[in-house]
């Protein structure tokens, strides 16, 4: 997280966090907890880092924002409004994503269980490209296509077997996940494309997972990638002409916000930058002569957002401590699903306060619900406010109704104004 977002500024002694140029304290209390607060210029500097460093590999390279990671409307029409393109995996995230502007020509659709209607969605809208999963997909495709009289651009996503290195809930690039078709089976894959009627081949698809912070796997990725692509158009005649290199470049989520009076966390991600991601697979896969774009979502939007949360109660069962936040798996589902680490901060700092281990945990009755677990934090009370930093991606995306919760509101921050981007959700709306 930049330090020009999210930082603390003293407060008459006591340091209070900001984002941008607004207190968190006054937009919670104005707007309630729990509550996403968004950071508009972390947005825009974490694209323009993307797109300046893929336009030096190449003119017509570019940038698309994996939807998934986050499809809150206002910030889709941000970065639409920058020039970037779009990744989607559902027929509403297409419909949003042409709401909020992006250019069909830059949208590719990505799943490997895209329905008819989505599929026929697709094709009338002219995207770029449809990202073919398997080779029954093709024959589908082709079918919807030839009823609407329209051809249909597609790229196909091959599975080139890499390990990714990260949680085996989000690699998707390994020959027993159910994305892709494996290399073994891509060439008959593009000849039965080559084929249909109403099919265009536009290029080809890869992404071998989320949250990666090596770029080794990236490098072995491109290097297949780029072998296959030559034995393709040396053997079989089949030109590649566009490479769509998916996303998954991974960001640090420990020590975001760093202060004296905060414990120091030893546990630190080393994540190449992103420049040292486009690079290093850029340079390999130019030797295709291929255009190429990639697919962020984490890395635009997980530190530009903060969870604010309430501390309803603490208590202690013996040994362990619980510090008991209105903030719940149902607003973050990352901690209970992956084992994810967000780092936890006060919105304000006691100067006396105390640390100790705690298990911060929310009001659902699961025992797996918890933001974090035996986490070294400054002393809270109830009626603290805390932040639950990077939490812009797979956040509110992943939130639930569970036990009836509402589910959060969402805000955005521009300097020193914000405004609602997403009402809080009432009781009468989820329970008919």
């Not at 030096?56 to 206002?74: I, M, P, Q």
């Not at 490209?129 to 080779?135: G, M």
């Not at 949250?211 to 990638?225: D, H, K, N, R």
């Amino acid at each position: 997280m930049n330090d020009t977002t999210f930082l603390y500024r003293d407060d008459a002694g006591i340091p209070k966090l900001y984002c941008e140029g607004s207190a968190l304290d006054e937009i919670a209390l104005k707007y309630g907890t729990p509550l996403y607060v968004y950071s508009r210029e972390q947005i825009l500097q974490n694209y323009k880092s993307f797109s300046n460093a893929i336009k030096k590999t190449g003119n017509k390279n570019w940038v698309s924002y994996a939807v998934k990671a986050n499809s809150n409307l206002e910030i889709l029409r941000i970065l639409a409004e920058q020039g970037a393109g779009a990744s989607v995996v559902s027929g509403a995230e297409l419909l949003a994503a042409l709401k909020a502007g992006f250019d069909p020509k830059k949208i590719s659709f990505d799943g490997p269980g895209k329905t008819d209607d989505e599929i026929s969605l697709a094709i009338r809208s002219e995207i770029f490209a449809i990202d073919i999963e398997s080779i029954q997909e093709l024959s589908v495709v082709n079918d919807i296509a030839k009823s609407l009289d329209k051809k249909a651009g597609i790229c196909i996503r091959v599975n080139p077997h890499v390990d990714a290195k990260t949680h085996p809930y989000i690699s998707t690039g390994l020959s027993h996940n159910k994305f892709g078709i494996p290399f073994d089976k891509a060439f008959d894959a593009y000849r039965a494309a080559k084929s249909f009627s109403h099919l265009e081949i536009v290029g080809l698809h890869s992404h071998i997972g989320s949250q990666i912070t090596e770029v080794s796997p990236f490098v072995e990725a491109a290097e297949s990638i780029s072998q296959f692509i030559l034995d393709l158009r040396e053997q079989e005649g089949i030109v590649i002409k566009h490479i769509n290199v998916g996303g998954g470049e991974g960001i640090s989520y420990h020590n975001v916000v760093m202060h004296p009076l905060l414990p120091n966390d030893e546990l630190v991600n080393s994540v190449p930058s992103i420049d040292d991601f486009v690079s290093s697979v850029a340079t390999i896969l130019s030797r295709t002569g291929c255009t190429i774009n990639t697919e962020p979502g984490r890395a635009i939007v997980a530190n530009a957002c903060a969870l604010i949360t309430k501390v309803l109660f603490t208590k202690s069962n013996g040994e362990k401590h619980f510090v008991i936040a209105d903030a719940a798996m149902s607003d973050l589902m990352r901690p209970s699903l992956y084992q994810a680490y967000h780092e936890i901060i006060p919105i304000q700092i006691n100067p006396n306060s105390i640390q100790k281990k705690v298990d911060v945990v929310g009001p659902i009755c699961e025992t797996g619900d918890f933001l974090a677990k035996d986490r070294l934090m400054n002393d809270a009370h109830r009626g603290d406010m805390l932040a639950v930093l990077c939490a812009g991606a797979y956040g509110y995306v992943l939130a639930s109704n569970y036990n009836l919760r509402p589910r959060a509101a969402e805000v955005l921050v521009d300097g020193s104004s914000y405004k609602i981007i997403r009402n809080r959700e009432q009781v009468e709306d989820i329970i008919g």
